[in-house]
Structures are given as structure tokens and as C-alpha cells.
């Protein structure tokens, strides 16, 4: 009973946080609200594609590709000004990306698996290693602005702390 009222709780905690997320969504510009639902079909993708596959290397690359593509769009969710600039990532890496996962799982369903399946198999599988790496490297980038703020920030912290004299400056650090 206890795990019953548990389950029960999770769901209507789940279903609250869609529905803020539904509302969110319907105060942002329509551009961004149309990144975000296209993503999501993009991750639902992978995650069938992942389902589909029963390769335990190809399935811990694909959950790696769909992490980082939902903290992409969590983070445009955040900052809906982020959302124009993904135009290439959403009109060509993510088809591509799409294109590459299915062209596997047809191969991976081949009963005999010669030299030209195995090969193509595994050029696609260094081709997902190599768009985790891009698509981290894209997500990275997404925090350049914030970085730079808090850089930005922290330099004239220091400033005003030494300004003040409540700052050890470097003669005084170098001397201990």
C-alpha cells in the first residue's frame, strides 16, 4: 500500500511539473516553442531507437546522445533566446543524426551480418561518439554568456574589495 501511495504521489508530481511546463511554454515566442516540441520528437527518437538496439555499447552511447540533447533544450527552456541559435543543429544535425540511428537499427536487423553491414555498423557508432562530443561542445557554448557574466562579476568584486582594503593584495600574499 505504501508503494502504491508512493507511485500515486510521483504521478501527480510528474503531471504538476508537465503542466508547469506547458504554461511555460505558452509565454514563449512561437519559434522557440516550435524548437522545443521538435526536440522533444527527436529525443523520443533516440530513446526508441536505444529501446530497439541490443548492442551494450551502442546503447550506452545513444543514453549519452540523448542526455546531452535534452540538457540542450532544458537549457533553451530556460533562455528562449538560445533557440535561434540552433537553426543548423535542428535543421541538420538532428535529421542526420535520425537518418544515421535508423539506417542501424535496419542493419542491426539483418540476420546475416557481412564485412559491408559490420563496417557501416561501426562507422556510425564513432560517428555517435563524435556528435556527443559536438553536441557537449554545443551545450558548453550555451553557457559562454553566463560564464563571461560571472567573470565579468567576480573581477569587479576584486576590484572594489582591494578598492576598500579588504582584500590582501599580492605584495602582502607574497610574503607569507
Known sequence: ?????????QA?????????????????PEECRKILEEGQEYI?????????????????????????ITRIFQEVEKQPELASDLRRFMNYYLPT???LLNAYRELDKQPIAGENISNTKAEIEQTVDTLNVAFEKLLDSLFADCAWDISS???????????EGLKEDDFTLNNK
Open 97 to 99: 543524426t535520425s537518418k
Open 44 to 68: 523520443t527518437y533516440i530513446h526508441k531507437c536505444n529501446d530497439d538496439l541490443p548492442g551494450e555499447e551502442i546503447t550506452r552511447k545513444l543514453s549519452r546522445l540523448e542526455t546531452i
Open 1 to 9: 500500500y505504501q508503494q502504491y501511495l508512493e507511485t500515486e504521489k
Open 153 to 163: 562579476d567576480i573581477s569587479v568584486l576584486n576590484t572594489m574589495l582591494a578598492q
Open 12 to 28: 501527480k508530481t510528474v503531471q504538476m511539473q508537465q503542466q508547469q511546463q506547458k504554461e511555460q511554454r505558452s509565454r514563449m
